[in-house]
């Protein structure tokens, strides 16, 4: 069965940090694209950090540049969201997702996702 499996999410305060980590069961992730997206309630769902297969090249969204930091172990087939200085506003639900070939700028612009996680729940919150 073909699966991402999210997890890391939780309760943090205005100015700590979290490791999201994204497992793929039944397929391997080195030939796809992947990405961090997420939906806030009563918001569109919005791309937030996504790195190419091709080239390893990454892409974060203005709201999170220079705080959220996306990486890749292939070993373990896992893709990971660092989030530091997390504010209130980044407060969401949180998917990963994995797409064919794209680049990762396009896969966060255009939400492109071939199989996606269940999400886990950030809340940033004092």
């Known amino acids: 069965q073909l699966q991402l499996v999210e997890s890391g999410g939780g309760l943090v305060q205005p100015g700590g940090s979290l490791r999201l980590s994204c497992a793929a069961s039944g397929f391997n992730l080195d030939y796809h694209s992947r990405g961090w997206f997420r939906q806030a309630p009563g918001k569109e769902r919005e791309g937030v950090s996504c790195i190419s297969s091709s080239d390893g090249s990454t892409y974060n969204a203005d709201s999170v540049k220079d705080r959220f930091t996306i990486s890749r172990d292939d070993v373990k087939n896992t893709v990971y969201l660092q989030m530091n200085s997390l504010k209130p506003e980044d407060t969401a639900v949180y998917y990963c997702?994995?797409?064919?070939?794209?680049?990762?700028?396009?896969?966060?612009?255009?939400?492109?996702?071939?199989?996606w996680g269940q999400g886990t729940q950030v809340t940033v919150s004092s």
């Open positions: 997702a994995a797409a064919g070939p794209a680049a990762a700028r396009a896969m966060c612009d255009l939400i492109i996702g071939d199989y």
